[in-house]
């Protein structure tokens, strides 16, 4: 059983920088992503940011492409996104998920409990 556990959402104004963790715990197949979401307010859940296990590559949606980074921490086994220049679109739940790559709303396998995300001045 796969569990994932996120942390690090808050409210901050736009421009600035926040870094979420999802925290990952149980065997994920070498085939398999990890990746982020996003859900707005009467919005469909989003696509944000994927990275492969077997090889470590990543994928970002264009909206977010050049401002946020995902990482991998191996010591702690999380995956991290860095969120850079934030701008009120943003604002949104963040889900950490993890199924088989390439890593899509409707193939995702497992779920966190999602963070909130506020960009607001």
């Known amino acids: 059983q796969v569990q994932l556990v996120e942390s690090g959402g808050g409210m901050v104004q736009p421009g600035e920088s926040l870094r979420l963790s999802c925290a990952v715990s149980?065997?994920?197949?070498?085939?398999?992503?990890v990746g982020w979401f996003r859900q707005a307010p009467v919005k469909e859940r989003e696509f944000v940011a994927y990275i492969r296990q077997s090889s470590g590559s990543t994928m970002y949606a264009n909206s977010v492409k050049g401002r946020f980074t995902l990482s991998r921490d191996y010591a702690k086994n999380t995956r991290d996104l860095q969120m850079d220049n934030l701008k009120p679109e943003d604002t949104a739940v963040y889900f950490c998920a993890a199924g088989p790559g390439p890593l899509e709303v409707r193939n995702a396998r497992y779920w966190g409990q999602g963070t909130q995300v506020t960009v607001s001045s």
């Open positions: 149980g065997r994920l197949l070498s085939s398999w992503a």
